[in-house]
């Protein structure tokens, strides 16, 4: 069972950026879908993005256009740069594998996490 790490959470102001990223504890160049997903304090977890190893990509609606998902099979990685961020973006990031870019059905267990926390 792969494990996967979540880093890059922190405190930004709205508007800012963040850079997280998701270390895998082995290669994922077999594992097809990868996927951010996130929970806010009182709200069910939502995916976020998701990318395949073909490159296809799935947004949320609502980080349309302010984030990018993108993976490093070499380094074993599935970064998320999030651009444009509003309080709203508060939340608890993690990363899984869902069973494709569109499932919202998960292969692996969850981690922790990484804060992020959009605030004056």
């Known amino acids: 069972q792969v494990q996967l790490v979540e880093s890059g959470g922190g405190l930004v102001q709205p508007g800012g950026s963040l850079r997280l990223s998701c270390a895998a504890s082995?290669?994922?160049?077999?594992?097809?879908?990868m996927g951010w997903y996130r929970q806010a304090p009182g709200k069910v977890r939502e995916k976020v993005a998701a990318i395949d190893n073909s490159g296809n990509t799935y947004y949320a609606d609502f980080v349309k256009g302010r984030f990018t998902i993108s993976r490093d099979n070499a380094k074993n990685t599935v970064d998320l740069q999030m651009t444009s961020l509003k309080p709203e973006d508060t939340a608890v990031y993690l990363c899984n594998r869902p069973w494709t870019i569109d499932s919202d059905y998960v292969s692996g267990p969850w981690g922790q996490g990484t804060q992020v926390t959009v605030s004056v």
């Open positions: 082995r290669s994922i160049s077999r594992i097809n879908a």
